[in-house]
C-alpha cells in the first residue's frame, strides 16, 4: 500500500508531468486472476479482432470488464491506485470505461483523440479526467509493439517496452476519460 507522501509524489507528477507510473502497483497474484480471467472470456464469448479501424483490425478489445468477472473489481477501487486518483481529480471520480486491449502484431496505432473533446472548456483547465493503464504483460514486437522507442506524444509509456508487465500501473491526465485499460500483450 502506498504511503501519504507516495500518494502525494504520484498525483504530484500527474499534475506537474501529465503522468507517473506506480511500479509494481499490482501483486502477483491479482495479475495472474486478471490474465486468466481475460483468457477465459476472450473463449468463452469467441471474442475476435475488432472491425473498425479506429478500434483496430489487429485488437481484441473487451468492453464492460465489470459485468464478466468479480476480480475486475479490485481494479478500480485498487489500494495503490485509487488514492492517487481520488488525490488528482476528487474523492467523487467516475469511472466510466473499463475495458481490455490486446493488441496483436502489425496492429496501426490508433488515431490521437481525446475522449473529453466534446466538452467545451478552455484550455488549460484543471483535470477532469484520468487513465490509468495496468501493464499485465510485457510489450515486444512479437506480440504487437511497433516502436523502437515510445512516440513523444505518450509520454506515460517511456519505459513501458522494458517492463516485465509485473503490475506496473501507468496513470496520465491528457484531457482523456478515467479508463482503466487492461493491457495484455500476450
Known amino acids: 500500500m502506498l504511503t501519504e507522501a507516495e500518494i502525494g509524489a504520484h498525483a504530484d507528477r500527474v499534475r506537474n508531468d ?15 486472476g486478471l490474465k486468466r480471467a481475460l483468457d477465459r472470456i476472450e473463449q468463452e464469448h469467441n471474442l475476435g479482432y475488432a472491425k473498425t479501424s479506429f478500434e483496430g483490425y489487429k485488437t481484441v478489445r473487451i468492453n464492460n470488464l465489470l459485468t464478466y468477472d468479480d476480480i475486475f473489481w479490485e481494479v478500480p477501487l485498487h489500494e495503490n491506485v485509487l488514492p492517487v ?21 502489425g496492429q496501426d496505432a490508433q488515431p490521437i483523440h ?18 490509468a493503464i495496468w501493464a499485465l504483460s510485457e510489450f515486444r514486437h512479437d506480440n504487437g509493439w511497433k516502436y523502437e522507442q515510445m512516440p513523444s506524444y505518450f509520454p506515460v509509456l517511456t519505459d513501458y517496452r522494458g517492463g516485465d508487465g ?7 491526465h491528457d484531457g482523456k476519460g478515467f479508463n482503466v485499460l487492461c493491457a495484455d500483450g500476450t
Open 18 to 32: 501529465g503522468y507517473t507510473v506506480i511500479e509494481k502497483a499490482a501483486g502477483e497474484t491479482l495479475v495472474d
Open 114 to 131: 481525446e475522449d473529453t473533446q466534446l466538452i467545451p472548456l478552455p484550455r488549460p483547465h484543471i483535470p477532469i479526467t484520468l487513465n
Open 85 to 105: 486518483v481520488e488525490r488528482v481529480l476528487d474523492r467523487e471520480c467516475l469511472l466510466s470505461s473499463f475495458c481490455s486491449l490486446v493488441l496483436g502484431p
Open 166 to 172: 509485473g503490475g506496473n500501473v501507468y496513470a496520465y
